[in-house]
């Protein structure tokens, strides 16, 4: 399981040209699931994202959480994460997860995070075309896996 998350400022997802989900700021995480994770990775990076401390504090040092701040955060399923370029120019996805499991991996790691968080997780729509907008903040991104 892969996590890009980026430090926001805010962010709008759109899809068909209508605002579908929107954070102001907080953390827009990006989900890639191989053929090979499962609930347990799910349930450690939800405990790792609410304890990753990539927020200022008042001396400009990342040392707050997501909770510290009371932020915000929105999932977005994205399976071109496990793109892989080795051979040829066009990517294969042949360690993505199926659908059946990413999705059902994908509601899992929401459920999980949503336990752990005071604020109402938004997520985009699993398999549509999503459109983002965001202001990075710093720009700080971090990528995290769990194999």
Known sequence: MKLVVQRVKKSNLKIKNKL????????????????????EMAKEL?????????????????NKNIMQIKGEVLVVSQFTL???TNKGNRPSFI???????????YNHFI????????SKVRTGKFGADMK???INDGPVTIILEKN
């Open 95 to 105: 360690n993505a997860a199926k659908p059946e499991l990413a999705i059902s991996l």
């Open 20 to 39: 579908y989900s929107s954070i102001n700021t907080g953390m827009v995480i990006l989900i890639g699931i191989s053929k090979n994770d499962n609930y």
């Open 82 to 84: 496990y793109a892989d």
């Open 111 to 118: 459920d999980e995070l949503q336990k752990l968080i005071s």
């Open 132 to 134: 983002i907008e965001l």
């Open 46 to 62: 939800a405990n790792k994202i609410i304890k990753l401390r990539i927020f200022n504090d008042d001396n400009g040092k990342m």
